[in-house]
């Protein structure tokens, strides 16, 4: 990789972590189509040229912002045992239900938390106005979501059954958080879980097209 512009090679590192901080607080701010690669670099106290350098385009750095605040990585360590721990034991952070209704608990923690469901509502929307942010988003959760939880599926057909799992959760999520359908936005997250769970834990593990036991 060639020198930095407008900078020594040992800074590059603290340069691209406040691009990034600054990305990451603008785009949940101001949405895909609202930030522009100059204001990033404002924000951020570096020249847009910078930006470029160590990113390419809006579009990449629009991609590093999802990966941000889907964290991945915080539920994919744990989804082996969310999965293999039989219904009613409570699971490893002793959440009730089986592996649906924990998954489901897992996936809705951040959305419940207001100081991380903004940046969630901004990427979520983005990508339902947006072709360019829909397809990054696309990219980025079968990539780094989807497919590493088809891979733990024990079950046949993994990857329809994944993406059945994040149909229904997007469709939960749209509901109870983007655009707010009563009763199921006013529900407790309890409430939620137990009503969610069984149809997540079919579609991961029962046989398809068999309708799930009424919670």
Do not use: C
Request: hydrophobic share 40%; charged share 25%; proline share 11%.
């Amino acid at each position: 990789m060639p020198a930095e512009p407008g900078g020594p090679d040992g800074s590059q590192e603290n340069r691209r972590e406040l691009i990034r901080l600054a990305a990451v607080e603008l785009f949940a701010r101001h949405g895909y189509r609202g930030t522009t690669v100059r204001a990033i670099a404002e924000r951020a106290g570096v020249d847009p040229a910078l930006v470029m350098y160590h990113y390419g385009s809006k579009e990449k750095v629009f991609s590093v912002v999802i990966r941000e605040v889907m964290r991945a990585e915080e539920l994919l360590p744990a989804l082996p045992e969310l999965l293999d721990e039989p219904p009613g034991t409570g699971g490893p952070d002793g959440a009730r239900g089986g592996p649906g209704s924990r998954l489901v608990r897992g996936f809705l923690t951040r959305w419940e938390d207001p100081s991380t469901r903004s940046a969630l509502l901004v990427v979520f929307r983005s990508a339902m106005e947006h072709p360019e942010a829909s397809q990054l988003f696309r990219e980025v959760a079968g990539g780094e979501l989807l497919m590493p939880i088809a891979r733990r599926i024990p079950a046949p057909d993994p990857e329809l059954r994944a993406v059945l799992v994040a149909s229904l959760l997007v469709g939960l999520i749209t509901g109870r958080y983007v655009v707010p359908i009563a009763p199921l936005a006013d529900m407790d997250l309890d409430t939620v879980v137990d009503l969610y769970g069984p149809h997540a834990e079919a579609m991961l593990l029962g046989r398809l097209g068999t309708p799930p036991p009424m919670p």
